[in-house]
């Protein structure tokens, strides 16, 4: 395969102003390798509403940690039934199919239980990461068109005249009510940089994150004995995959604390105590850490999967 892609480079070079697809026609060889290799596995493509499978994978993996931070420690069955609880009083509260709502909340397991909540109903989350510039959260609500924003103890004050709390003495419940279709419809807005400009919103569909879920599972071989570090703030894509990744395969999802983040003898530390397999740290932060206590064989799952997924 590597001659086949310097192949194709070489092509390129040669022949500015033929396309790949012109060049292709003419090199016998290279279509002669992708006969005889063939095109890859091909599997069923997931669909649905993202709320729909984390149920799935709930009900088989019910006493299994789902979430864990150093206040925290909760299950499968727990976590559903957070979900259950928020999406009950939001819906209580107004909050319907199509309604796009801010999210900014600590890393705690209220976090992806709002996500699913919403999700569930139907509703857009837009993270909002109460540590952006008061200027860039305004241009997103703003932009967004954004309801409300769920806030906690730790994020009230980010927008004050759409802050909306959920009560920390929040009762299970259950809702009958099924889960809107999902699909191709919108699960969340997420929001660039803006370091060339103005931020742009980008719409991500359910069937998106379970698309790219599975392929994260089926490529890397991810399973329910993961440990997933959460890192990466809300407002960074790489958030969806370490939530999801981790609530989708079974896995567990380890949240580091805000006040942790920048501490890297601290991120070290919760990596090697955590006994983490799976992250994706910036490549900042990476380079911060050590690699060797992580794969020393103190035990029998090690860090064998640093992906870096959106850069």
């Not at 609880?85 to 992806?112: C, T």
């Not at 029998?300 to 850069?311: A, G, H, N, Y």
Request: aromatic share 6%; net charge negative; with cysteine.
């Amino acid at each position: 395969m590597q001659r086949v892609f310097v192949g194709i480079l070489r092509r390129a070079v040669s022949m500015p102003d033929t396309s790949i697809r012109q060049s292709w026609a003419h090199d016998e060889d290279s279509r002669d390798v992708q006969a005889r290799l063939g095109k890859g596995n091909t599997v069923p493509t997931p669909t649905g509403n993202v709320f729909t499978h984390f149920c799935r994978v709930a009900e088989e993996h019910e006493q299994r940690v789902a979430v864990s931070t150093p206040d925290e420690v909760v299950t499968y069955g727990e976590l559903r039934r957070r979900v259950e609880a928020i999406r009950v009083h939001l819906a209580a509260n107004g909050v319907g199919a199509g309604d796009r709502l801010g999210v900014a909340l600590a890393p705690s397991a209220d976090f992806p239980a709002t996500l699913l909540a919403l999700m569930a109903m139907g509703a857009v989350y837009v993270p909002i990461y109460a540590m952006n510039p008061p200027g860039r959260i305004a241009t997103i609500i703003e932009n967004a068109a954004v309801q409300r924003v769920i806030c906690d103890a730790t994020t009230a004050g980010v927008a004050p005249a759409l802050e909306f709390r959920l009560p920390a003495d929040l009762s299970d419940a259950t809702d009958d009510a099924e889960a809107v279709p999902g699909g191709d419809t919108v699960a969340y807005l997420m929001y660039t940089l803006g370091s060339t400009g103005t931020p742009k919103g980008v719409l991500i569909s359910h069937d998106s994150i379970l698309g790219f879920i599975q392929n994260i599972r089926t490529l890397f071989e991810r399973t329910p004995q993961d440990r997933f570090l959460g890192y990466a703030s809300c407002g960074f894509d790489v958030s969806v995959f370490e939530v999801f990744g981790a609530l989708l395969t079974g896995a567990s999802l380890h949240l580091v604390p805000s006040a942790m983040r920048l501490d890297m003898v601290g991120v070290q530390r919760f990596l090697e105590d955590r006994r983490i397999t799976v992250t994706d740290p910036p490549p900042s932060v990476m380079k911060l850490l050590d690699p060797a206590p992580l794969g020393d064989g103190q035990w029998s799952t090690e860090l064998e999967f640093v992906m870096s997924v959106s850069r």
